[in-house]
């Protein structure tokens, strides 16, 4: 699939990744849409990340590689990737993460049936080490803005949205979940984001992550309410809702790991 379709730019940032960024960019290759360009963006990598992907642009076109002279953070360097992105559609995926070889075909037919703007799916896990994980973290059907407060079901990895809209609604802030930020600013302006109930996404559960420390994304997750302009009631109200929802969801992982 891919001929006549619309071109999705595929945002990856990097940072020290050589151990797992391989996997990640055959895992877009391998994708039965074939219309992309893969923009990866290293953030002064110390390993052999940019090696690695080096090797992947001289195989094949479509994987573009962009350097930072120095650390930025994440979200500076997915700015630099969407800075340069032709594409009319925005997918990202994590260096260490990895998609279905049918992600963005399945997203696809979704969005042709809903007319859609954002679209997303359930995930699958995998340890630091790459074993499966017997669980995946279901998608709901939709979500509109007032969900998504109470949990961000939206995995970053697994997201597909309009350029237009992920452009306008873009934020820089590594003290908190950008992506989360940035899902609720498109959805507060009565957007609804649809999802695909298949674990498409395999997220890799690392320590090292900002999500690996649950105390800090905690915190993070706090800075996002109050960034997109929540009182202290409501951001309240919202993280004991957060909270609650992913002690269940990682008390499950725990008993499957």
């Known amino acids: 699939m891919g001929n006549g379709s619309e071109l999705v730019s595929i945002i990856m940032a990097a940072y020290n990744a050589e151990k797992t960024i ?25 390993d052999k990340t940019v090696k690695i992907v080096k090797k992947f642009c001289e195989q094949d076109k479509r994987v573009k590689l962009f ?8 979200s500076y360097t997915r700015k630099m990737a969407l ?28 969005q042709k049936k809903e007319n859609a703007d954002l679209i997303f799916s359930g995930s699958a896990f995998m340890d630091e080490q790459g074993n499966t994980i017997d669980w995946y973290f279901k998608a709901p059907e939709k979500v509109g803005y007032r969900q998504l407060l109470k949990q961000n ?5 697994s997201a597909l949205v309009r350029k237009e809209l992920y452009e306008k609604n873009y ?23 649809y999802g695909v109930d298949e674990p498409l996404l395999i997220y ?13 994304a905690a915190m993070m997750n706090w800075n996002t309410y109050r960034f997109i302009g929540l009182n202290w009631i409501e951001a309240l109200y919202y993280q004991l809702c957060y ?11 725990r008993s499957e790991n």
């Open 171 to 193: 934020v820089i802030g590594d003290s908190m979940h950008e992506d989360f930020a940035i899902w609720l600013s498109i959805l507060k302006n009565g957007v609804v984001a």
């Open 243 to 253: 909270i609650t929802r992913n002690i269940k969801k990682y008390a499950k992982l």
């Open 67 to 74: 350097l930072n002279d120095e650390n930025k953070g994440i």
């Open 83 to 110: 800075d340069n992105a032709n594409g009319m559609w925005i997918a990202i995926l994590d260096s260490d993460d990895e998609w279905a070889i049918d992600k963005l075909e399945k997203q696809f037919v979704l």
């Open 22 to 46: 391989g996997k990640a960019i055959k895992s877009v290759l391998n994708q039965t849409y074939t219309n992309f360009e893969l923009l990866v963006v290293d953030d002064a990598s110390k």
């Open 153 to 157: 079901v939206i995995s970053n990895s």
């Open 204 to 216: 890799r559960l690392a320590k090292s992550s900002k999500s690996g420390n649950k105390f800090k």
